[in-house]
């Protein structure tokens, strides 16, 4: 093996690896949101006003960040922005940061956060039959071992959800399921955009095209006066729309610059984990052994689908 080809092998590892963590840190942020609008929602506040404002305090970060992104993109001689590219771009945005995100927020107000985030995370399943069947993906067979252990993980720790056939409940998961095949449909239609445009770039434009959605459909269903929130309300407003939106929203799509969709997905069953521990500390939920042995064997799923990518 020639020193050229070991570097190039050494640079690809590092920028799977790196690829790895990016999403791994976005999940577990993404993972704060269904908390965050459980203690809104808790303030009074309904889901078009917190979306509306989510999308209000996070829009300023993405046009500068997509102004300086453009800027750059411009001066480095990068393939110029069509309209075709950037209709698509905020199609596939409106698709996630609007519907997946809406649906995703709707459904919080009939069933609980832990068991909203079993049902969101359903996507990967979805993400690979859409690859396989829309876009000729291949499935290493190895990599289903994943989906074994992650799912028998989160099998075991909502055992004990509460899963009655009543209307509430039926309304609220079938709400979460539209999200998740919204979402996994984001993350194949995603990634050649990203490669094209740039994830900074993309991330801000698709963001933006969201919030013009959100916002429209905030004014034709609620008075401006309905953004005057307790002070409660506005802090996780706040906290939703940063530390909730903007970073792991950059996080996720520049891990998905690096790694396939596929694996960017299955990553993101860590995010359960998260919403488990934060419900156990925020919301005074109590962890089981059942719950914690779950969590080990979405964290061996995600390990195992790790070193099938790498090798």
Request: proline share 4%; aromatic share 10%.
């Amino acid at each position: 093996m020639t020193t050229a080809t070991s570097d190039t092998q050494t640079a690809a590892s590092s920028r799977l690896l790196i690829g790895y963590m990016l999403g791994g840190l976005g999940s577990i942020l993404f993972a704060t949101k269904s908390i965050a609008i459980k203690l809104a929602y808790a303030e009074g506040v309904d889901t078009e006003t917190l979306l509306a404002l989510r999308m209000l305090l996070s829009l300023p970060f993405y046009l500068v960040i997509g102004f300086l992104s453009l800027r750059g993109r411009q001066t480095g001689g990068a393939e110029p922005l069509g309209r075709g590219l950037i209709v698509k771009a905020c199609l596939v945005g409106i698709l996630s940061y609007w519907f997946a995100s809406y649906t995703d927020f709707l459904g919080l107000n009939y069933i609980s956060a832990q068991l909203e985030r079993l049902i969101l995370f359903t996507y990967p399943l979805f993400t690979v039959l859409f690859g396989a069947v829309l876009f000729r993906q291949h499935v290493r067979p190895r990599a289903l071992w994943a989906f074994v252990f992650s799912y028998a993980g989160l099998a075991m720790i909502f055992t004990g959800a509460p899963a009655g056939a009543s209307g509430a409940f039926l309304t609220g998961a079938g709400l979460v399921i539209a999200s998740a095949i919204a979402f996994a449909l984001y993350q194949l239609l995603a990634k050649p955009l990203i490669g094209r445009i740039g994830p900074s770039l993309f991330t801000c434009i698709a963001m933006s095209a969201a919030a013009a959605v959100v916002i429209a459909q905030f004014l034709l269903t609620h008075p401006v006066s309905a953004l005057a929130v307790s002070p409660n309300a506005m802090l996780c407003s706040v906290f939703l729309a940063i530390g909730a939106t903007v970073i792991p929203s950059f996080l996720m799509n520049a891990a998905l610059h690096r790694i396939s969709a596929q694996a960017n997905a299955v990553i993101g069953t860590l995010s359960p984990i998260a919403t488990i521990v934060l419900a156990t500390a925020i919301l005074g939920e109590v962890m089981t052994g059942m719950e914690w042995l779950g969590a080990a064997l979405i964290i061996a799923g995600v390990g195992w689908f790790t070193l099938t990518e790498r090798n």
